[in-house]
């Protein structure tokens, strides 16, 4: 019987930690658009680069107004890398 309750919570666990890698995986959209933010307010940036990051900025905002955190990120990260952080 020890055995039994053994196997069962570690198969608990097995499953159950895939789902939490998932969610750890991506960050909070608002928190990477605040640091977005403060990276625009302290860059140099071209009028190209600066209409670029707007745009992409915009595209992160709607995803993540959609709550869309991962695709609203990686729009936030081109923008960054636009800005070459």
């Known amino acids: 019987?020890?055995?039994f309750?053994?196997?069962i919570a570690l198969g608990t666990l097995a499953v159950s930690c895939p789902a939490s890698s998932v969610f750890?995986?991506?960050a909070p959209c608002e928190g990477t658009l605040k640091t977005l933010r403060a990276a625009e307010?302290?860059?140099t940036l071209s009028a190209s680069d600066k209409a670029r990051v707007?745009?992409?900025?915009t595209k992160g905002i709607e995803r993540c107004n959609a709550?869309?955190?991962k695709r609203a990120d990686e729009?936030?990260?081109q923008a960054m890398k636009v800005m070459g952080k």
Request: glycine fraction near 4%; aromatic fraction near 10%.
């Open 67 to 69: 709550d869309d955190d």
């Open 41 to 43: 307010a302290a860059a």
């Open 75 to 77: 729009f936030f990260a």
């Open 24 to 26: 750890a995986a991506t």
């Open 1 to 3: 019987m020890g055995r």
């Open 54 to 57: 707007s745009e992409l900025e």
């Open 5 to 7: 309750a053994l196997a």
